[in-house]
């Protein structure tokens, strides 16, 4: 789990994960390649999963995981073609390309090393939170999540849809 240890360090070690403080110098990649660098010897399946998926679920995690037969596994992005989930059974030196169309720098990236790769489209990985538009689709759909359920005590779904509905209708 990368990010601050304080409040993760106990959920990471329920679910036997390690815990690597982000240092909030460099690009997304950079950090990325930093915290594989500090990867205890040893450490088995590498999972990498941006904060913004709002239909994300531990099933749906779990069963990503069953479902990886590679050594390197993309989840795309329906939008973009963005990597929503990066599996990875050798992290160690793995190139980190997130951004637009990074699932095909992932697998390029993959065969450049003689790794065998999947790409998978899920449903709960398809969908992330990049822009307006995206978090519009978000205030209409009903995912029973924390986000969702935020969004409807703040009023912020109620505001948004209401300006998108005037916006149409001007």
């Known amino acids: 789990v990368l990010g601050q240890p304080a409040p993760l360090a106990a959920i990471a ?4 994960a390690q815990c690597i403080a982000e240092h909030a110098t460099g690009d997304l990649n950079a ?3 930093d915290a594989t660098a500090e990867l205890e010897p040893g450490a088995a399946t590498l999972l990498i999963v941006p904060g913004d998926l709002p239909a994300l679920t531990g099933e749906a995690v779990d ?3 069953a479902r990886c037969t590679a050594d390197v596994t993309v989840c795309m992005a329906a939008r973009d073609r963005g990597t929503n989930a990066l599996v990875l059974e050798q992290a160690a030196g793995f190139p980190y390309n997130f951004g637009h169309d990074s ?3 992932h697998m ?7 790794l065998t790769g999947e ?9 992330d939170i990049d822009n307006v538009n995206d978090l519009l689709w978000l205030c209409e759909q009903r995912l029973g999540s924390a986000t969702t359920a935020w969004l409807d ?3 912020v779904r109620e505001r948004l849809l209401g300006s998108a509905h005037r916006a149409v209708s001007a």
């Open 13 to 16: 070690k329920q679910f036997r």
């Open 31 to 33: 950090r990325l390649a």
């Open 63 to 65: 069963e990503l995981l």
């Open 103 to 105: 699932a095909a720098a």
């Open 108 to 114: 390029g990236a993959a065969r450049a090393r003689g």
């Open 119 to 127: 790409e998978i489209l899920f449903a709960p990985f398809a969908r």
């Open 153 to 155: 005590t703040s009023g």
